[in-house]
């Protein structure tokens, strides 16, 4: 999920979904989740990261 996240998208100006919550949510709830930023240089989208 934090893969995921992290891509960034033309959809959001080139941000990452991620980039947006740090803006929009406590937090205490990234905490809860386990919801960490990956570099844009190490986020894998590949099958066997989804394992």
């Known amino acids: ?6 891509e960034r998208r ?3 100006n080139g941000h990452s979904p ?3 919550s740090i803006l929009l949510l406590p937090n205490a709830l990234h905490r809860a989740l ?8 190490e986020v894998d989208l590949s099958s066997s990261s989804l394992n």
């Open 1 to 6: 999920m934090n893969n995921i996240n992290s």
């Open 10 to 12: 033309d959809s959001l």
């Open 18 to 20: 991620f980039e947006l």
């Open 34 to 41: 386990g919801l960490l930023p990956i570099p844009p240089d």
